[in-house]
């Protein structure tokens, strides 16, 4: 989608506008799927939490694929009640199997662990013995497997590639309590903040679990909504176990929009009037915390890099006006890509991972497709250099420090056989500049 996108534009705001268009397709998705199950008004006010959610907002500007993500679950979800319930009238509803088989498809090509948020329905037909639907529902899953076939044949490499190397720690209390915050302002806060996120995130969840426990009917409904925001993080943190951890807040997004259609629920149906004021409040706070702090933060992954080149453009250009090369060298590729991004014109390079490190996740087959190959060794990068910009973290040079190195490694290698010259500072970002020692 997004190289299709591409052919209409190149600019870093039209590249991001196709999340823009998924995320607006996102609110139209919960409006329906809460009118559906419990009126126009929940659908509206939960549509309107999600507008203003810091969660979505950050994946409606981030060109990643988690919009589409959530558009896929949310619309996989709205397929599946409108099967239910035209099973629960004697009726079948063709146009909801297609669109459950469509939007489960796109969510597996979409990301790996889709198919953790694909299966809850089973587990729902199963605990109400709805075996007639289940079986169709079966038989529709093993449909979307098929049509999933070209993708499902590379998935074993994948796995193989997270359990070498993947960043993500044992999930735990404290991974649990960072799951629910991201879903009320979003991560990460500085630490007065994340105190207050904290609170709304606790007040705010006992507040709906209250309510809707005591106050709200209770059918089966609240047991579909329930199967399909809980089963997917629960499968996700018992996989975490047994194989290298995968439990990412993003990868279940879907848990959110159920846990938004029971505040949405609480805010037009409870019977007290206090509570549903009290959690307004407390949701409103949570936007503002997540949306004035996103709005201002400046470090990785939202790092300065137009102004970083810009500064590194301007020293190429005066080095090849006296007849010099300037390497630029990036200590990775995660401050490499978006600069690429910011000046494709500009002759950049980067330095591979170092294997089996739990940076290791540019795997062949990627570079292979995106036409961008790192070097072997800082030694490879600047053969033949007069000039050397090395562009690192500040965090990669402080990760050095705590272990106890006097330098960054690459920074110590060129400070050996480079001249340093001058240091710039882009947020978290440094651009430090060499040049060949004079004879």
């Known amino acids: ?81 409108r099967l239910w319930q035209a099973d629960t009238a004697g009726r079948t509803d063709w146009l909801a199997w297609a669109g459950l088989i469509l939007a489960g498809v796109i969510a597996m090509y979409t990301h790996n662990l889709a198919i953790f948020s694909l299966v809850f329905p089973g587990l729902f037909l199963l605990l109400r013995r709805a075996w007639r639907l289940l079986g169709l529902w079966l038989a529709g899953l093993m449909l979307i497997g098929l049509l999933s076939l070209p993708w499902l044949v590379l998935v074993p490499g994948q796995i193989a590639k997270i359990q070498a190397a993947f960043w993500t720690p044992r999930p735990g209390l404290a991974e649990i309590l960072q799951a629910l915050v991201i879903f009320h302002t979003n991560l990460p806060l500085p630490p007065l903040w994340l105190g207050v996120a904290l609170f709304i995130t606790l007040a705010s969840l006992t507040l709906v679990i209250f309510e809707t426990l005591r106050f709200c009917p209770r059918e089966d409904k609240e047991g579909l909504l329930i199967t399909a925001g809980l089963l997917p993080p629960g499968l996700i943190f018992g996989a975490s176990y047994l194989m290298r951890p995968i439990f990412v807040p993003r990868a279940f997004i879907l848990s959110q929009v159920i846990y938004f259609l029971f505040c949405a629920r609480v805010l037009t149906h409870s019977r007290r009037r206090t509570p549903a004021i009290l959690l307004a409040w407390l949701l409103i706070g949570g936007d503002l915390i997540g949306l004035v702090y996103q709005a201002s933060y400046a470090e990785f992954p939202r790092s300065p890099f137009r102004a970083a080149m810009q500064g590194v453009h301007a020293a190429y250009d005066r080095a090849q006006a006296v007849g010099e090369r300037l390497c630029i060298v990036h200590d990775n590729k995660l401050s490499f890509f978006p600069s690429h991004i910011y000046d494709r014109g500009l002759p950049q390079t980067f330095l591979d991972d170092v294997p089996g490190s739990h940076n290791d996740t ?23 250099c007069d000039r050397v910009a090395f562009v690192v973290f500040d965090k990669a040079i402080q990760e050095y420090r705590e272990m106890d190195y006097a330098e960054h490694a690459v920074i110590a290698w060129l400070e050996d056989r480079f001249v340093p010259t001058s240091r710039e500072r882009y947020g978290d970002l440094w651009v430090l500049y060499f040049s060949q020692p004079i004879p």
């Open 362 to 384: 540019y795997a062949p087959a990627t570079r292979a497709a995106i036409g961008l190959f790192p070097q072997p060794s800082i030694a490879a990068a600047t053969q033949g």
């Open 1 to 81: 989608m997004l190289h299709a996108w591409l052919q209409g534009g190149q600019s870093i705001a039209f590249i991001r506008t196709l999340n823009v268009v998924l995320s607006c397709g996102i609110i139209l998705a919960v409006y329906a799927l809460g009118s559906i199950l419990w009126g126009e008004r929940v659908g509206l006010v939960a549509s309107l939490l999600i507008a203003f959610s810091p969660l979505q907002v950050y994946h409606a500007q981030e060109v990643r694929m988690y919009a589409l993500l959530a558009l896929a679950l949310v619309g996989y979800t709205l397929a599946f009640v």
